[in-house]
């Protein structure tokens, strides 16, 4: 696939989250997908483990994409995820193979209060 | 730049924050750089303040980096941070002007227990 058939299968995806619609994210995935979550040392194999996990997942968080970069057979998105007062961001790192996608490895950073002794030199 | 000459840059300046030369790394940086970390709502504008947070940054964090990903005037780095016993990564996007660093978005994500509920679905 071209870089922006890659970038559109990847706004499809969040789409798929955004509207909770997991059977139709499971189905850009490649039979043999594998997730990473380097933060927790989690891996899901296959579509059915990935769908299963997403459907059982808790809270309707809803998804803003922030930036897409594409390249390659990869992609990388940078997505704000909300949910009532909670915000949580995503970045993914997205592998290509056939057309599907083949590999994804998933970051959740959280907010956190800026520290005291920086304030001096950061903008709010 | 080319696309070699800014993976080159940003090797460049993770070595330099390797070896704690925050000099090093800030001479890579634009006269107008903007640092964004979204998760605790901060910019650092600028090299003087980049170069002061870094130095007053508490520990020090030995980097190895995972993935970057090269496109246009673009990169974005996967890096994992170690400290002691301590673990965290990073995933940095970096934007190029007139061959220097011009913008940086940061995220830290770290380490977590992985949650019982998914446990059957997930290899550790």
């Given at each position: 696939?071209?870089?922006?058939?890659?970038?559109?299968?990847?706004?499809?995806?969040?789409?798929?989250?955004?509207?909770?619609?997991?059977?139709?994210?499971?189905?850009?995935?490649?039979?043999?997908?594998?997730?990473?979550?380097?933060?927790?040392?989690?891996?899901?194999?296959?579509?059915?483990?990935?769908?299963?996990?997403?459907?059982?997942?808790?809270?309707?968080?809803?998804?803003?994409?922030?930036?897409l970069i594409a390249?390659?057979?990869?992609?990388?998105?940078?997505?704000?995820?909300?949910?009532?007062?909670?915000?949580?961001?995503?970045?993914?790192?997205?592998?290509?193979?056939?057309?599907?996608?083949?590999?994804?490895?998933?970051?959740?950073?959280?907010?956190?209060?800026?520290?005291?002794?920086?304030?001096?030199?950061?903008?709010?």
């Amino acid at each position: 696939m071209s870089e922006q058939e890659n970038l559109q299968m990847i706004k499809q995806f969040w789409q798929a989250f955004d509207t909770l619609d997991f059977d139709a994210a499971g189905a850009l995935l490649h039979d043999d997908y594998l997730g990473e979550w380097p933060q927790s040392g989690e891996r899901i194999r296959g579509r059915a483990n990935f769908v299963t996990i997403n459907k059982l997942y808790p809270d309707h968080w809803h998804v803003t994409i922030i930036r897409l970069i594409a390249t390659g057979d990869q992609v990388v998105s940078e997505v704000k995820l909300e949910h009532k007062d909670e915000l949580v961001f995503a970045i993914s790192f997205f592998e290509f193979k056939d057309s599907k996608i083949f590999r994804e490895t998933d970051y959740w950073p959280e907010p956190y209060e800026p520290p005291a002794w920086r304030a001096q030199w950061v903008e709010q």
